[in-house]
C-alpha cells in the first residue's frame, strides 16, 4: 500500500505549492491517488497555516478530501503534540472531532501518546502509532498495552543521512516486527526519503511519500506537486526499488 502524505507541519515558506486550504488538500489528494496512492494522511490547518486539531479545522480538510477521493481511499489525520502541546487536551480535541478520519498518527515518542491514542479509538478512529527511530520510541511502544490495537505501525526513520538511512530502517523494522503483529507502513524523510522508500519496496512493507517527507523527485529535481511524488514512487514500486 502506497500512502501519500500531503503536507506535514510545513508552511508556504517550505514550498509554495504546498496544500493548506482544504480545498488545496483535496485537489492534491485527487491527483496523487489518480496516480496510484491507496491511502491519505493529512495535517489539518488553520486559517494562518498552522497544524490544528480544532474540529471546525478537521471537518473542513477530511470531508473537504473525502469529496475528492474515490469511495475506499481512507482518510487519515496528525494528532501531533506540536500542535497541542498538553497531551490532555490533544485527547479531549479527539473526543471533540464532528467529523472523524478514518484513521490517525499518533507519535510513541510523545508525552500523553496512550491518552490520545486511547480517545481515538474509543471513537472507533484507527491508530496510526509512529515509532521514530532513534531515542526510546519503539521500546515505549513494544511495552504498550495498546500496541496490538493499532492499525498499523509507521515505521518512521528519521535519519536523513542517505547513505545510513537504509541501515537505520532495516535495524527499527527488524525490532518492531519482532514484537508487533500490526502491518509496518516504513517511510524516511529529506534526503533519506528515496533510499528508505527502496527499502520498504524491495522488503514488500507499506510505504508513503508526500510533500510531507520530501520535496525533491529521486533525481534531485523540484517535485512539482504530491502526484509527482507518488508517480516516482509508483515507478519504483514497479521496478522493485531498482
Same mark, same amino acid.
Request: net charge negative; aromatic share 2%; hydrophobic share 45%.
Given at each position: 500500500?502506497?500512502?501519500?502524505?500531503?503536507?506535514?507541519?510545513?508552511?508556504?515558506?517550505?514550498?509554495?505549492?504546498?496544500?493548506?486550504?482544504?480545498?488545496?488538500?483535496?485537489?492534491?489528494?485527487?491527483?496523487?491517488?489518480? !496516480?496510484?496512492?491507496?491511502?491519505?494522511?493529512?495535517?489539518?490547518?488553520?486559517?494562518?497555516?498552522?497544524?490544528?486539531?480544532?474540529?471546525?479545522?478537521?471537518?473542513?480538510?477530511?470531508? @473537504?478530501?473525502?469529496?475528492?477521493?474515490?469511495?475506499?481511499?481512507?482518510?487519515?489525520?496528525?494528532?501531533?503534540?506540536?500542535?497541542?502541546?498538553?497531551?490532555?487536551? &490533544?485527547?479531549?480535541?479527539?473526543?471533540?472531532?464532528?467529523?472523524?478520519?478514518?484513521?490517525?498518527?499518533?507519535?510513541?515518542?510523545?508525552?500523553? @501518546?496512550?491518552?490520545?491514542? &486511547?480517545?481515538?479509538?474509543?471513537?472507533?478512529?484507527?491508530?496510526? !502509532?509512529?515509532?521514530?527511530?532513534?531515542?526510546?520510541?519503539?521500546?515505549?511502544?513494544?511495552?504498550?498495552?495498546?500496541?496490538? &490495537?493499532?492499525?498499523?505501525?509507521?515505521?518512521?526513520?528519521?535519519?536523513?543521512?542517505?547513505?545510513?538511512?537504509?541501515?537505520?530502517?532495516?535495524?527499527?523494522?527488524?525490532?518492531?516486527?519482532?514484537?508487533?503483529?500490526?502491518?509496518?507502513?516504513?517511510?524516511?524523510?529529506?534526503?533519506? !526519503?528515496?533510499?528508505?522508500?527502496?527499502?520498504?519496496?524491495?522488503?514488500?512493507?507499506?510505504?508513503?511519500?508526500?510533500?510531507?517527507?520530501?520535496?525533491?523527485?529521486?533525481?534531485?529535481?523540484? !517535485?512539482?506537486?504530491?502526484?509527482?511524488?507518488?508517480?516516482?514512487?509508483?515507478?519504483?514500486?514497479?521496478?522493485?526499488?531498482?
Amino acid at each position: 500500500m502506497l500512502q501519500v502524505c500531503l503536507n506535514g507541519a510545513r508552511t508556504r515558506d517550505d514550498f509554495r505549492r504546498l496544500p493548506v486550504a482544504p480545498d488545496e488538500l483535496a485537489a492534491q489528494a485527487a491527483r496523487a491517488v489518480a !496516480a496510484g496512492a491507496r491511502d491519505v494522511h493529512l495535517h489539518p490547518k488553520d486559517d494562518d497555516g498552522a497544524d490544528s486539531l480544532q474540529p471546525r479545522d478537521v471537518a473542513r480538510a477530511v470531508e @473537504a478530501v473525502r469529496r475528492a477521493v474515490p469511495e475506499g481511499v481512507r482518510v487519515g489525520v496528525t494528532t501531533g503534540a506540536w500542535a497541542v502541546p498538553e497531551p490532555e487536551r &490533544r485527547a479531549e480535541l479527539v473526543r471533540s472531532w464532528t467529523v472523524l478520519p478514518d484513521h490517525a498518527s499518533v507519535n510513541w515518542h510523545e508525552d500523553g @501518546a496512550e491518552p490520545v491514542a &486511547r480517545a481515538l479509538l474509543e471513537r472507533g478512529v484507527g491508530v496510526e !502509532a509512529g515509532v521514530w527511530s532513534g531515542g526510546d520510541a519503539a521500546d515505549r511502544f513494544l511495552g504498550s498495552p495498546l500496541a496490538d &490495537r493499532v492499525l498499523r505501525v509507521l515505521a518512521e526513520v528519521v535519519d536523513t543521512d542517505p547513505d545510513t538511512a537504509p541501515h537505520t530502517a532495516s535495524a527499527l523494522v527488524s525490532k518492531l516486527a519482532a514484537g508487533v503483529r500490526a502491518p509496518l507502513l516504513l517511510h524516511g524523510e529529506e534526503t533519506g !526519503a528515496w533510499p528508505v522508500l527502496r527499502l520498504a519496496v524491495r522488503m514488500e512493507l507499506d510505504t508513503r511519500i508526500g510533500l510531507e517527507d520530501v520535496l525533491v523527485l529521486p533525481d534531485g529535481s523540484a !517535485a512539482k506537486d504530491n502526484a509527482a511524488l507518488v508517480t516516482a514512487a509508483r515507478d519504483l514500486i514497479s521496478t522493485g526499488g531498482r
